[in-house]
């Protein structure tokens, strides 16, 4: 408790894309680089060139790979300062005022898309000195040219639109190996280089080494100005016309695989082979690709003998079910009609599965076959065409197929247990509806949609919206719905700023992000969004794929997945709730994942998010069939596997009952009311301590005190200004997320010392802390004068705070009528109670 004039006294006393604009390329062995005619010399060439250089430079870039445009509002042309990889510093930003904006000069989204860049008179990049004589010489400017999208803040890409730093290993004028044995190394292609002056010099050639910008690379002299480099040549070539052209390369592993003009077995050859060698959970998952290959080939040899495009559609299909990987997967569009006959087909029932595990009438159809043979909602499902209901269940093969989740597959088998083909004609159907006795019915298989359409994951959801929307709920707690990080990364970003900036200017106290309903996209946006709620930079984890020099899975030891906080002022502190399910895959679950690190959220749902986690690569098949899998095993900071197979997991399980699936059905949401509710209480809630703080000597309070340790206060969510003279109870609520030691008072001020001491008289101080009193000689003292006021102080130091739900009560026992001297109002005689409760996060 502080009496109102302790006011003053107290005013004495807080994947996606990860370095690069994409993937590498092919590695950098037998003819891929130029062959180095002198590799031994190093001393400078003179090499004769005609032009006074270039001014402007134009080229295109023929993309394949089909998730190049995903989420892309801004895309430019730059030219880009080669400073990291001159430096192999992998962490470096491309400095602001060395960037140079071209211009996109045909339609971006039809490839190839051409590009125009005029070269600045006087360029402001990095300049490095590469002739390695051991001279200081001022250098040269290296450039590259190259595509980025631009997401965050100005036109200019700062180090979040770069990856996180470093340089371009795709989609550039240079060709960057992603091998293990030469990883990130330029090999090839073209750069834009500027002299100062005409004394500088420059590789003619990569060396014995095979790498640029090393001690044994043979030089030549660089005219001054403006030269392109083609490093394609041996000895480089010098192109010092006035508009030369420089295409950008996409590189062989980002290129799309067509398979498109092979016949079906041919192609499914290549497909096998790809899954074989790239697949990124072959062993994780136990997966034997001889077993598949003696399994389905002779299905695509059929199909090809017999001309059958829908019969290698279904071999196809099967196949890519037979992976339990939800990023594994096809557009099924030939098979429309089998899909349509598979599912039209109901008897106006829907199942569902509780906590406990029985499987009910989640929902019926008014009017349905099931509604005219009295099943009720609640009832339980006993057998359906006279097998027991679970066993109809586990046999399902699901049209949404495949899954990395058992769980979430189990879902869609309920959804599906209840379609049928039209001319099945009738199912009998065993139930016991509440209160009642089993009950078996003949019921007409006929054609009907509802009792299919309510089980849908994406039930309720509106057909548009934004990608990002945000409100503030009638609790006081703001609510964001990210629905994608595939849309317009630009509109994102805004909309997401906005929200962040608008809880933290109103103070709202928490933050529920639902995350129920997103198909994923840029892994990389995902984790910076993630970063919004961290004060400092957090690695998220990391990621390998392929490599073709091993015949192994390659994790680069630098490449990590770093989230990186915006300024302070877009930064959110307080509570934050994740609401996952189902619907929620693959970036979605690693952003879901990231905002849980160091416990900085908690994950609030009905079942865990879907399981897939990796990074997935498109190819084509015959009949121009797209075609994905996975190829990328991402993994936690230690290099564990984390996402994929489980998903994200939630904390706090709300439970399937039948009272929440009516719930449900007449449109209440029961996951974010249970969100709402959690977020309400600090983490630590429920948990009984296994012991109460260290209580500080006099002394030790007296230095904590000293040192500028907070009070209990200070800290706490409430704040009390109003002056209340009769007795009372406040209570106040501190999170902690680490033990931090802590200052819990009693203050009182009086017109002077003799009212103070005559006031204190009449009070007697009771400190409790979880249910034991305190003794009084475990009290320290401090006492001065402010604002003219005599002042006094009683106070503990607490500290090693264990995890859990602590209660610290303090009673001030007014045992009469007490005048401070001050104001006019006397306080009434009673017990003024200050009521803390301390929450330390787990």
């Known amino acids: 408790m502080k009496n109102r004039m302790f006011q003053l006294f107290a005013c004495f006393v807080i994947l996606s894309l990860a370095l690069t604009a ?7 062995s037998g003819g891929d680089a130029p062959e180095e005619t002198e590799a031994a010399a190093t001393e400078s060439s003179p090499i004769e060139v005609e032009g006074d250089g270039p001014t402007v430079v134009t080229g295109s870039l023929n993309y394949t790979d089909l998730f190049f445009t995903l989420g892309v509002a801004e895309p430019v042309v730059i030219l880009e300062d080669q400073g990291g990889f001159v430096a192999r510093d992998r962490k470096f930003v491309i400095p602001v005022e060395s960037q140079v904006m071209g211009q996109i000069t045909s339609d971006f ?53 770069q990856g996180g730093g470093g340089w371009s290993s795709a989609y550039a ?8 044995d030469a990883f990130l190394e330029v090999f090839g292609g073209q750069y834009v280089v500027y002299a100062p002056d005409g004394n500088q010099q420059f590789p003619s ?41 420089l295409d950008l390369y996409e590189p062989e592993s980002s290129a799309l695989d067509d398979f498109t003009s092979l016949s079906y077995t041919e192609a499914f050859d290549a497909m096998l082979e790809k899954f074989r060698t790239e697949y990124a959970f072959t062993e994780y998952k136990n997966i034997d690709w001889d077993a598949r290959e003696k399994e ?39 098979l429309n009609d089998d899909f349509l006959a598979d599912i039209s087909g109901g008897i106006g029932l829907a199942l569902g599965e509780t906590s406990d595990g029985q499987i009910v009438a989640r929902y019926v159809t008014p009017n349905s076959p099931a509604d005219e043979a009295g099943i009720e909602f609640g009832a339980q499902i006993v057998s359906l065409g006279g097998t027991p209901i679970n066993d ?31 001319e099945t004609g009738e199912v009998e159907v065993s139930f016991i509806n509440p209160g009642g006795a089993e009950k078996s019915a003949l019921l007409a298989v006929v054609e009907e949609r509802d009792s299919f359409s309510v089980t849908s994951f994406a039930y309720g959801e509106p057909e548009t919206s934004l990608p990002v929307e945000f409100k503030i709920l009638p609790s006081g707690y703001g609510y964001i719905k990210i ?214 000597s006099p002394e030790e309070a007296e230095n904590a005190f000293a040192a500028g340790a907070q009070f209990f206060w200070d800290v706490a969510r409430e704040q009390y200004d109003e002056e209340i003279f009769e007795p009372r109870t406040l209570t106040y609520t501190i999170p902690l997320n680490n033990s931090e030691t802590l200052i819990w008072a009693y203050a009182w001020c009086a017109k002077d010392q003799a009212t103070l001491e005559q006031n204190f008289s009449q009070i007697e101080l009771n400190f409790n802390l979880n249910g034991e009193d305190l003794l009084t000689d475990q009290r320290a003292v401090f006492e001065t004068e402010s604002g003219g006021s005599q002042c006094r102080l009683v106070y503990m130091a607490l500290s090693d705070w264990q995890p859990g739900e602590h209660h610290a009560v303090l009673t001030a026992t007014f045992k009469s009528a007490i005048s401070d001297g001050i104001g006019d109002i006397p306080y009434a005689p009673g017990d003024y109670v200050d009521d803390y409760a301390v929450y330390v996060s787990p």
């Open 22 to 28: 994409c993937g590498g390329v092919s590695p950098l």
């Open 109 to 161: 989204y039809t490839p190839p898309f051409t590009y125009s860049l005029t070269l600045p008179s006087e360029p402001k990049g990095t300049l490095n000195d590469v002739d390695h004589d051991g001279q200081q010489d001022p250098g040269v400017m290296i450039f590259a040219v190259a595509y980025w999208t631009n997401t965050w803040g100005d036109p200019y890409l700062e180090r979040r639109d």
């Open 173 to 180: 004028s240079t060709r960057v190996s992603d091998a293990s």
């Open 205 to 245: 050639g990569f060396g014995a080494d095979e790498k640029l910008f090393t001690d044994d690379d043979p030089l030549m002299d660089l005219p001054a100005g403006w030269s392109v480099v083609d490093m394609d040549q041996s000895p480089f070539a010098l192109d010092r016309s006035n508009a030369p052209t």
């Open 296 to 334: 389905f080939r002779p299905r695509f040899e059929e199909a090809e003998k017999a001309g059958d495009a829908r019969a290698y559609a279904l071999a196809l299909r099967d196949f890519l079910w037979s992976i339990p990987d939800t990023h594994v997967g096809m557009d099924t569009s030939a």
């Open 392 to 422: 109809v269940v586990e046999a399902v093969l699901p049209w949404s197929s495949p899954f990395s989740n058992p769980e979430i597959a189990r879902l869609q088998q309920l959804r599906y247990a209840t379609r049928f083909r039209l």
């Open 483 to 696: 629905s994608s990080f595939s849309e317009n990364q630009v509109l994102s970003i805004q909309a997401y700023e906005y929200a962040i900036e608008y809880f933290n200017q109103n103070e709202v106290p928490g933050v529920i992000l639902d995350m129920r309903h997103n198909s994923g996209g840029s892994g990389w946006l995902a984790d910076q969004m993630a970063a919004y709620f961290f004060d400092e930079e957090v690695i998220s984890g990391k990621g390998s794929t392929y490599d073709e020099v091993t015949g192994e899975f390659y994790m680069d030891p630098a490449s990590e997945a770093v989230m990186i906080p915006p300024r302070e002022g877009l930064q959110y502190s307080g509570p934050v709730v994740v609401m996952v399910g189902p619907a929620c895959v693959s970036a979605c679950e690693f952003f879901s994942y990231a905002v849980t690190i160091n416990d900085r959220a908690t994950v609030v749902g009905q079942y865990p998010s879907s399981g897939a986690g990796g990074g997935v690569e498109a190819f084509l098949m015959p009949e121009n069939t797209y075609v994905q899998f996975t190829i990328s095993r991402e993994m936690d900071a230690d290099g564990n596997i984390h996402i994929e197979g489980g998903g994200v997991a939630p904390d706090v399980r709300v439970p399937v009952t039948l009272e929440s699936f009516q719930r449900e059905l007449a449109g209440e949401d029961v996951i974010l009311e249970a969100a709402e509710a959690v977020i309400s209480q600090p983490k630590g809630a429920g948990i009984t301590p296994t012991k109460s703080p260290k209580i500080a």
